[in-house]
């Protein structure tokens, strides 16, 4: 079983910046790392993933050009950069983790999740 915590969520101005941590209990051998966003009634939404060995990313389009992952496997901790930040970018947003290595875009992918932190964006 493999616990993540994700850190670094807040409230922040539009055209802000923040950086979002997800640090898992272990290692999980060749896990990718997908981060997802869920806004109050609206369905959890795919941001970002990263492959195990970090040489491969792939991003949503409604954040390519603003957002970047990256993780630090000896720390076992995944990253997402947030860039000029948008008050419909406010969600929860969760990174997640999957044991074979190959989950991308699609939630049902991952095996294990975290708790998720808040992101507010203020116009």
């Known amino acids: 079983q493999v616990q993540l915590v994700e850190s670094g969520g807040g409230l922040v101005q539009a055209g802000g910046s923040l950086t979002l941590s997800c640090t898992a209990s272990?290692?999980?051998?060749?896990?990718?790392v997908g981060w997802f966003r869920q806004a109050p009634g609206k369905e959890r939404e795919f941001l970002a993933s990263?492959?195990?060995?970090?040489?491969?990313?792939y991003y949503a389009d409604s954040v390519k050009d603003r957002f970047t992952i990256s993780r630090d496997n000896a720390k076992n901790t995944g990253y997402l950069q947030m860039n000029g930040l948008k008050p419909e970018d406010t969600a929860r947003y969760y990174c997640?983790?999957?044991?074979?290595?190959?989950?991308?875009?699609?939630?049902?992918?991952?095996?294990?999740w975290g708790q998720g932190t808040q992101v507010t964006v203020s116009s």
């Open positions: 997640a983790t999957d044991r074979a290595g190959t989950a991308l875009g699609r939630s049902n992918d991952y095996d294990y």
């Open positions: 272990r290692r999980t051998v060749r896990g990718s």
């Open positions: 990263i492959t195990w060995s970090g040489g491969s990313t």
